[in-house]
């Protein structure tokens, strides 16, 4: 154990990750508000009503040498190496790993942060449709989210109509197999499929869109995340969508002592490209800094993708095979073999979060 001071802000894929490993080593502070385990993937079942599984981080970081300090960030000042937290705190360290992850983002459309649900509300959500009257709930988004938020919608609660909406093609990038696929469940489980569809305003009343409009009673916002926007203010350097940009060792360029991991990170990765925000990407990004923390390599980070997985509901599911670059396969898996692919990777990320 050394007296080296390690500063890990944030406790999700990334960042618990890398304090539980770099924990047996040194001294390692985690910052984050949460009592309770952020399992972000799992969201979009929360929505639907099904019991959380939230472990206590008190349980995850037990015996790992991690202090947990439930507190929010408030500021970085990177010349003088502090945090400050909301408890008025000022937190010195030697070493910094930043893992804010993200956040929803409202694309600056009006009326959507007033009236759509984004997955950071989804108790609210559930709740919503569990005790409203039942009618139209319209999920904006076509990407894995979306989704996978309104096969969940459609399956737990069959009184309501609901409906997705996409800027471009509902899981446009999955092979043909694997789109024709998630569009037959989304039949199947009477969801109304809304394509080219880019939503410009949200209202009481539903949803203002480059085809028209779309009423709904409740909408339920899925469309994109942004990096949590704390990196950019504190002077680090930050690419357009305000992911700070890191070299092959996952430091900032322009604050080398500042290791940025998870969705807070730009990382490109030699032969594969630049990484999409995702636990797939967050959580191997964590484990090998959690190495270099502990001495255990020096060698770049490497990564390269091999599945893409969606759970489309309680009984099914869709794993599309990919090539290392994240370019598609043409084969995948369906139905429960699909679904239970899926249970086992998010079994596996709470496993490996120890
Ligand atoms: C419904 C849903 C389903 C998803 N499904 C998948 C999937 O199947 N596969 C996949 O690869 N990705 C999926 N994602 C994306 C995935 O959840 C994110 O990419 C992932 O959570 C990023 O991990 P992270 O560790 O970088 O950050 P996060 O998980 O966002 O964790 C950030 C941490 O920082 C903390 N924090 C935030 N602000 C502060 C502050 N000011 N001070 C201190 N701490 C702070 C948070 O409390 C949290 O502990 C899904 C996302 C959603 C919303």
Redesign the pocket.
Known sequence: MTEKQIVV?????????AATRAGRHHRVTL????AR??H?????ET?AGHPEHRPALAELVRGRGVHHVR????ALDPTARKVF??TGEALPYDTLVY??????AWHGVPGAAEHAY???R?AELSERLRTGVPGTVAVVGGG??GI??AAELAEAHPGWRVRIVAAGQVGGWFSAKGRGHVLRVLERLGVDVHEQSAVTGVDPEGLTTGRGRIPADVVAW?AA?DP?P?AAEAGLAVAADGRAIVDGHLRSVSHPEVYV?????EVTVPGTGTL????????P??RYLGRVLAGRTDRPFAYRYAV????LGRRDGLLQLIHGDDSMRPTVFTGPVGRLA?AA??GGVVSALR
């Open positions: 802000l944030g406790a999700g894929y990334a960042g618990l990750t910052i984050a508000p949460e385990f952020l972000r993937i799992r969201q979009h929505a507190a929010r960030a408030t937290l909301d893992a804010l992850g993200s956040r929803t984004p997955a950071e989804a894995a989210t996978e938020l899925a995340m949590h704390l991991i998870g969705d807070a990170a999409r925000m995702g636990c797939a990407t967050a959580q990004m964590g893409q997985c969606l759970s899926k990777i998010v």
